[in-house]
T-cell receptor, first 118, second 111 residues
């Protein structure tokens, strides 16, 4: 089974620009979560999508948004980039139980997209 | 609120045993994950504990005490390749796939 894939792997942008990152989950996984990882803050939850709906959201400004398609692929978008948005963006997919809750299930992480904002 | 604490860094010697502690405070409890992350790579799953006690998996074991809000990851027969960041994470109760991570413990294994 192929793992979680993320594109692009590396990205350099300038302040004020916008960026779109893509994540393809493991086949059959319907839950996709996004995380931001920085040296100072560690891994922080951005949002989770399940069956094309945002199910959970972290404490990030509205400049951070996402969506999920019918094939479970997900994208996240960051508008009006700031220097502080430089980070590793990780997505993780999991297979929810029959109840739809994925809390008990292992999350498989993709390799991440390294975003640098200049 | 939710809070997870783990030491920032630890150093150990090749062949030794090291214990990485994690304390957590959450409203509701759905278990606790340990992940390993090598520099520049994605986190990889090590263990998941939902009941009290010790779970052993090869050189790695993970322990959980729900009454104390405490877990530890035990690494035996340390190898140089075990140098990595070890992340403790808890899924939030009734919040689907949302994981709250500790800051991670950077383990350095010396020869």
């Amino acid at each position: 089974k192929a793992g979680v894939t993320q594109t692009p792997r590396y990205l350099i942008k300038t302040r004020g620009q916008q960026v779109t990152l893509s994540c393809s989950p493991i086949s059959g996984h319907r839950s996709v979560s996004w995380y931001q990882q920085t040296p100072g803050q560690g891994l922080q939850f951005l949002f989770e999508y399940f069956s094309e709906t945002q199910r959970n959201k972290g404490n990030f400004p509205g400049r951070f948004s996402g969506r999920q398609f019918s094939n479970s692929r997900s994208e996240m978008n960051v508008s009006t980039l700031e220097l502080g948005d430089s980070a590793l963006y990780l997505c993780a997919s999991s297979s929810p139980g029959t109840s739809g809750a994925s809390s008990y299930n292992e999350q498989f992480f993709g390799p991440g997209t390294r975003l640098t904002v200049l | 609120g939710q809070n997870i604490d783990q030491p920032t860094e630890m150093t150990a010697t090749e062949g030794a045993i090291v214990q990485i502690n994690c304390t957590y405070q959450t409203s509701g409890f759905n278990g606790l994950f340990w992940y390993q992350q090598h520099a520049g790579e994605a986190p990889t799953f090590l263990s998941y504990n939902v009941l009290d006690g010790l779970e052993e998996k090869g050189r790695f074991s993970s322990f959980l005490s729900r009454s104390k809000g405490y877990s530890y990851l035990l690494l035996k027969e340390l190898q140089m390749k075990d140098s990595a960041s070890y992340l403790c994470a808890v899924p939030l109760y009734n919040q689907g796939g949302k994981l709250i991570f500790g800051q991670g413990t950077e383990l350095s294994v010396k020869p």
